[in-house]
């Protein structure tokens, strides 16, 4: 098995590194006489669909027999308060700097015991779908959160016979289960938005006073992408796909934050291509053999985009955050577009991709860093290693309503979001190693501008022709300053005549230099980058 759930007698004792005040703390409330366990999405929509509050629509979900449901099962719309987004400023991590462990250590336990008078659901579930790489998951919530676990058990990997076998044959980790315990209805006066607190040495996570599902999805997967970091894989939050002719057997790689485009261009269709997707939001890269793992076999998506009309809502399995209403049948339809609130989510079964994989063993071709900074051209390529995973530490793009963000903090703002994954836990330079390994061992790297060129913007349709001609090879390059290379592109090449346009380009490279500054003090300098990062960063800025 890749985990450990069960332990020799002699294992059980201080001196086995797998376990901590916190891991002890929740693990132990999972067997307390108040939890029931639940392992079957069949189970858990039984329960979700006679929680209080939760809306069955009309809808039926598409070919329910494939994904352990019922053949007659219908569309469950459950709709959160105030807070529709991640809370980031929120998340703790046990071991951090400057972070008080016995603190939240006591606040744990003590959720953990006034939640002895509810009833309590344990769900179990993988992360990662092949032998190469399996983590089992054990989620403890309250009655009356049913939709959040039925969510937790769609979106993750179910104990299906067929996955068991495969865990039961999968390569073993000297790591432990997965256990996050959650309690949505706590309140804390210091913490009003609700705390998630994670101890990812020892694969344990405590989310209190969080309804909003992507808080349970990430906070899975945080602890997930811990134990690939730890393990010889580079952890991504992005998407992965692989197009395939008679000439051609390409695999890229697509980083950004939600709303970066990541997901469309990892669907695109292409006209001269046999596509195969491994998935758009969570997969690991094998360092030795650059090969790729799904580590969902659902989709967690955005509804802004798909009108209650889009044929594509066929795959819908569950809604969060829409409104309803009736349609001239009298049947209760989803509102979708994002009208009740921003961030509208659903998530979408398997089937939405025909052309699903669990893994991908052909080796990775090249990784896209997609970035929202006018100053970049459409697409820019980079032939340094060095400068490669610099520009990938310091990918920029702007915030989205997938965020609850606090008071004062500009929404408008561009940021910098290291490999587009805020849910890291381990230092930022650990990734920065991992994805240099990559580009060292041949991955090419590019910069995709999906947002605007000064005031002009970039069409999707631009964006996706341009990911086809990197992967036919067509793209003459032209040196545009240092180690960054161009294409010339109709209406978007950078005037480099043009002393605003210059200024505003070596603005842009200050700031990054600002940022990995701030790396080096901040939290203690936990997340500093090597010497090399600055030094070419500054190279780059001399030879604009």
């Not at 500009?410 to 979001?417: K, Q």
Request: some cysteine; hydrophobic content about 35%.
């Amino acid at each position: 098995m890749a985990t450990k759930q069960y332990f020799k007698i002699n294992e059980i004792s201080k001196e086995n590194s797998l376990f901590s005040r916190m891991r002890i703390t929740i693990e132990t409330a999972f067997y307390g006489n108040n939890v029931e366990i639940i392992t079957t999405p069949k189970e858990a929509y039984k329960l979700a669909k006679n929680s209080p509050g939760t809306i069955v629509t009309s809808w039926k979900v598409y070919q329910p027999e494939l994904l352990g449901l019922d053949k007659d099962t219908k569309v469950l719309l459950f709709n959160d308060g105030a807070v529709t987004g991640r809370y980031a400023a929120g998340r703790r991590i046990i071991g951090d700097p400057n972070i008080d462990n016995k603190k939240y250590e006591e606040i744990v336990r003590e959720a953990v015991y006034n939640s002895r008078q509810k009833k309590m659901y344990h769900g179990i579930s993988f992360t990662g779908l092949s032998k190469d790489f399996m983590v089992k998951n054990h989620l403890l919530i309250p009655e009356g959160h049913e939709n959040l676990l039925y969510n937790w058990l769609l979106n993750f990997q179910y104990l299906s016979l067929e996955y068991e076998k495969m865990y039961n044959e999968s390569f073993l980790f000297n790591e432990g289960d997965i256990y996050v315990f959650a309690d949505p209805d706590w309140k804390h006066p210091d913490y009003p938005l609700g705390l998630a607190i994670f101890d990812p040495q020892h694969n344990c996570a405590a989310i209190l006073g969080m309804r909003y599902f992507g808080e349970f999805k990430k906070g899975t997967l945080t602890l997930a992408w811990s134990i690939a970091n730890r393990n010889g894989y580079a952890s991504c939050h992005g998407g992965l796909k692989r197009l395939k002719n008679e000439k051609t057997d390409f695999v890229a790689a697509f980083f950004g934050l939600s709303g970066s485009g990541k997901s469309t261009l990892t669907h695109a269709k292409h006209k001269n291509y046999d596509v195969t997707i491994l998935h758009d939001d969570a997969f690991i890269i094998s360092t030795k053999d650059l090969s790729s793992i799904a580590l969902e076999p659902s989709y967690f998506d955005k509804t802004a985009d798909y009108p209650t009309s889009k044929e594509d809502n066929k795959y819908l399995l569950t809604i969060q955050n829409c409104g309803a209403t009736m349609d001239e049948k009298g049947n209760i339809v989803p509102i979708m577009e994002d009208i009740r609130n921003g961030n509208g989510r659903a998530i979408k079964s398997k089937l939405w991709s025909p052309n699903r994989v669990n893994k991908i063993d052909s080796k990775i071709n090249a990784i896209f860093w997609l970035m929202k900074d006018p100053t970049l051209p459409p697409i820019v390529k980079i032939e340094n290693p060095v400068l490669s995973s610099t520009m990938g530490a310091l990918l920029t793009t702007k915030r989205t309503s997938a965020e609850k963000l606090d008071d004062g903090v500009d929404p408008n703002a561009l940021v910098f979001e290291p490999y587009a994954n805020p849910f890291r836990t381990y230092p930022l330079s650990e990734d920065y190693q991992k994805f240099k390994l990559l580009f060292e061992k041949g991955v090419e790297c590019y910069i995709l501008n999906t947002g605007y060129f000064l005031d002009k913007k970039i069409p999707k349709e631009l964006t996706i022709s341009l990911v086809e001609k990197v992967v036919e090879g067509s793209l003459k390059w032209y040196k545009w300053f240092g180690d960054f290379y161009i294409t010339r592109i109709e209406d978007f090449e950078p005037d480099m005549n043009d002393i605003n346009y210059i200024q505003s380009l070596k603005e842009g490279f200050k700031k990054r230099i600002e940022f990995v500054k701030t790396k080096e003090v901040e939290n203690c300098g936990k997340d500093k980058l090597p010497e090399e990062v600055l030094k070419i960063l500054e190279k780059s800025i001399s030879n604009i």
